[in-house]
């Protein structure tokens, strides 16, 4: 079994390909290795990947949203299935740099979908749990309208589950869209409060806590996710004319893929102080804009479906984490 893996040099890209690559599969990664966030990550991850699993692991450094160079670096490469993970990442980056999410989150969706429509194969993509926007109906269910996004890059997102209903509808092309809440976990994103947190308190520099530390959020350990990724690989929704998780008639699932708990914000600050050894010096900002005050997943549809059970409390992934982020660093 062969999986072409979009933003395979990205935190869950990397996850993915390693717990394909190793129960025996073959994977296709594909990532332009841009400067969102330091390269030097990315190309570790890639060579972690080359130096454990050789050429089970081929690597085309391109950029999916540029139809004809993906096109021709793909023309005599077989697979069979498609794990769409690239994307252009961020909530308050896109207020900054809006044109980069239409190029990558939109461009290159459908650029992705065409290639699963033409070579006939089933794509999981990612979706994200920013697609319910303010929504104070807690927990987020994915019955739940999802049409008032408040940035665009959960703008982007939901755009893609709608582009992804029309080609299931209009071409039967399996489909499954997973809205992730939170993913933190070895090989993490800098960008992201886990990574920020825990280097900035190890370094003795001030870490901005928003809204005064009001916030919860469903924190996802990213074995946890990667569980619920393969297990949508591996079971792609059939075309048999019933009603999907999210509401589709057409081979067209979507999914929440969360821990199913909203864990306070300066919990979360005070497991990472303790992991690391060291007090964290606070500075209390305001709530900034595109950002939401709580996420809480109902994973009960993909649970139903195909068995998914989150287990890791944070408790347990915090110091795996800061323990993974020491040795990385040489700390």
Known sequence: MTTLITGAAGFIGHALSDALLARGDSVIGIDVVNDYYDPRLKEDRLADLAARYGDRFTFLRLDFADHAAM??????????????LGAQPGVRYSIENPRAYVHSNLVGHVNMLEVARHRGIPMVYASSSSVYGGN?????RVEDRADHPISLYAATKKADELMSETY???????LTGL????????????????????????SGKPIKVFNAGEMRRDFTYIKDIIAGVVACLDNPPPDDGQLKAGGSMAPHRLYNIGNSRSEELVKLIDLIEEACG???VREMEAMQPGDVKETYADVSAIGSDLGYEPTTAIE????????????YRGI
């Not at 023309?75 to 498609?82: E, M």
């Not at 509808?169 to 399996?174: D, E, G, K």
């Open 71 to 84: 096109d021709a670096a793909l023309a005599s490469l077989k697979f069979d299935r498609i794990a769409h």
């Open 136 to 140: 104070d109906s807690l927990p987020f």
């Open 168 to 174: 299931a509808h209009l071409y039967r092309t399996p």
């Open 179 to 202: 809205r992730f809440f939170t993913v933190y976990g070895p090989w993490g994103r800098p960008d992201m409060a886990v990574w920020s947190f825990t280097q900035s308190i190890l």
């Open 278 to 280: 060291v007090p964290a």
């Open 316 to 327: 347990v992934g915090i110091p795996a984490f800061v323990n993974w982020f020491k040795a």
